[in-house]
Nanobody
Framework: QVHIVESGGGLVKPGGSLTLSCAAS????????????ARWYRQAPGKERELVAS???????SYADSVKGRFTISRDNVKNTVYLQMNSLKPEDTAVYYC??????????????WGQGTQVTVSS
């Protein structure tokens, strides 16, 4: 089985920075894991889940207008890990952040996976 696990969330003051990590793990060898595209979503209380950033296997990135210039998504294919560097954080960035990825292994066809989420709170 393949599991997606987020980490790096926490409490930060406005203007501060955080880096989130999204790592793939499982009971089968991950050396043949292929991540076609990875995404970061977030969901604030009372609001719908929104896409904030994505990155393809070729390294092409995209961002929501609300985070452009402040957030950077990247990936390390050797470590099977995706990152979200968040700078100049604002209170409105407060949300649960979720990692999502389309991936496959040597024994499983391409599928979509969600992490359990990590809380980011921006407050003074």
């Amino acid at each position: 089985q393949v599991h997606i696990v987020e980490s790096g969330g926490g409490l930060v003051k406005p203007g501060g920075s955080l880096t989130l990590s999204c790592a793939a793990s499982g009971s089968v060898s991950l050396s043949v894991l292929v991540i076609y595209v990875a995404r970061w979503y977030r969901q604030a209380p009372g609001k719908e889940r929104e896409l904030v950033a994505s990155i393809t296997s070729g390294g092409t990135t995209s961002y929501a207008d609300s985070v452009k210039g402040r957030f950077t998504i990247s990936r390390d294919n050797v470590k099977n890990t995706v990152y979200l560097q968040m700078n100049s954080l604002k209170p409105e960035d407060t949300a649960v952040y979720y990692c999502n990825a389309d991936l496959r292994t040597a024994i499983m066809s391409r599928n979509n996976y969600w992490g359990q989420g990590t809380q980011v709170t921006v407050s003074s």
